[in-house]
């Protein structure tokens, strides 16, 4: 495997072990941005992460005025952290909607065949991960490098360009 598709693995793992992205828009008033937390749902096979949304949320309106979107991750336990830019559409794709439902959506629908809610499709585009050691090397390392005063190595850090479509 080249070290690009190992990169992209690499992403899409992250993406599967990490539940909540908090996702990034232009709030559409100027430079602005605005992020929320919300549930994501890869598709590595298909190239996409879905995320379910109201069609009346800020958010939506924000991706109507400007699809560039943000997606950061991060698993403070292991010290795993991911960055995708892409590009987010809204659908209504009532099929979608079902295939990927959870009961966690309750909190927002009460239930699936809800006509408020909408598919955020995002399509990444490229993406940055870092990946550290556990908690003990972690404090281990930055004591090394605060007593000797060189700088801390904080693991490994990959950026990744996906192709376009």
């Given at each position: 495997?080249?070290?690009l598709?190992?990169?992209?693995?690499?992403?899409?793992?992250?993406?599967?072990?990490?539940?909540?992205?908090?996702?990034?828009?232009?709030?559409?008033?100027?430079?602005?941005?605005?992020?929320?937390?919300?549930?994501?749902?890869p598709?590595?096979?298909?190239?996409?992460?879905?995320?379910l949304?109201?069609?009346?949320?800020?958010?939506?309106?924000?991706?109507?005025?400007?699809?560039?979107?943000?997606?950061?991750?991060?698993?403070?336990?292991?010290r795993?952290?991911?960055?995708?830019?892409?590009?987010?559409?809204?659908?209504?794709?009532?099929?979608?909607?079902?295939?990927?439902?959870?009961?966690?959506?309750?909190?927002?629908?009460?239930?699936?065949?809800?006509?408020?809610?909408?598919?955020?499709?995002?399509?990444?585009?490229?993406?940055?991960?870092?990946?550290?050691?556990?908690?003990?090397?972690?404090?281990?390392?930055?004591?090394a490098?605060?007593?000797?005063?060189?700088?801390?190595?904080?693991?490994?850090?990959?950026?990744?360009?996906?192709?376009?479509?």
């Amino acid at each position: 495997m080249s070290d690009l598709a190992s990169d992209i693995d690499r992403v899409w793992n992250l993406l599967e072990d990490i539940p909540v992205a908090m996702v990034v828009t232009h709030d559409g008033q100027g430079r602005n941005m605005r992020s929320r937390p919300m549930a994501a749902r890869p598709a590595r096979v298909e190239g996409f992460i879905y995320f379910l949304t109201d069609v009346d949320s800020p958010k939506a309106e924000e991706i109507r005025g400007n699809g560039t979107i943000c997606l950061a991750l991060a698993d403070q336990t292991s010290r795993r952290y991911l960055s995708i830019t892409g590009h987010a559409e809204l659908m209504d794709d009532r099929d979608r909607i079902k295939q990927i439902w959870s009961i966690y959506d309750k909190a927002f629908w009460p239930d699936e065949t809800d006509p408020r809610i909408r598919i955020l499709r995002v399509t990444p585009e490229s993406a940055e991960f870092w990946e550290g050691a556990g908690a003990v090397v972690t404090a281990v390392k930055l004591a090394a490098a605060t007593l000797s005063g060189a700088r801390m190595n904080l693991g490994a850090n990959h950026k990744v360009e996906f192709d376009a479509r």
